[in-house]
């Protein structure tokens, strides 16, 4: 198979694309990288590529509402800007910085905090179904649900639904 040669499979994955450390802040719309691939560079430019390649399809999985866009070979230094939401933009310069330090202050700058990320994940963890019914629950009983038969303890089951009857007219 052609598309399982090279590096490049392993970054498709879900693995991979879960490893992701990056979750931007829910208030950035649009994440560009720009960035050249030839001439003379400083080494933290050479590696810029190589966040590219293997950071930002980690960043586009875990943040799908954010438009991910690279310029390759329009600047004269690499950069990464951000929009915002209210219209408000950050430019991000990662001119001879490294994969990791270019994550890492990314992180910091505009990534949600530890604290927001725990938060979220518990909340997402903790959602109830509303169709469960006993105590702890929303309904208490299964009759509060529209639908469904009265609790016979307040209005008797008809007697073609109950066995004891059902048996004996068969008898």
Known sequence: MPFMKGKAPI????????AGQLMLKDKVKIFSVNYNTYGEHHEGARQVPDFVFWNIPQIQYKNPKVQVVTFKNMTPSPFIRCYFENGKQ?????????????????????????ATLKAEAKLAEK???????????????????????????????????RGKFKYQMKE
Do not use: W
Request: proline share 9%; glycine share 8%; charged share 20%.
């Open 11 to 18: 970054r498709r994955t879900l693995q991979y694309l879960n």
């Open 90 to 114: 950050m430019l991000i310069d990662i001119d001879s910085k490294n994969r990791q330090e270019i994550l890492q202050h990314l992180t910091t700058v505009v990534g949600k905090s530890d």
């Open 127 to 161: 959602q109830d179904n509303p169709a469960n019914f006993g105590v702890g629950c929303m309904k208490h009983c299964i009759c509060e649900i529209p639908g469904q038969l009265p609790c016979p303890g307040v209005v008797p089951v008809p007697q073609h639904m």
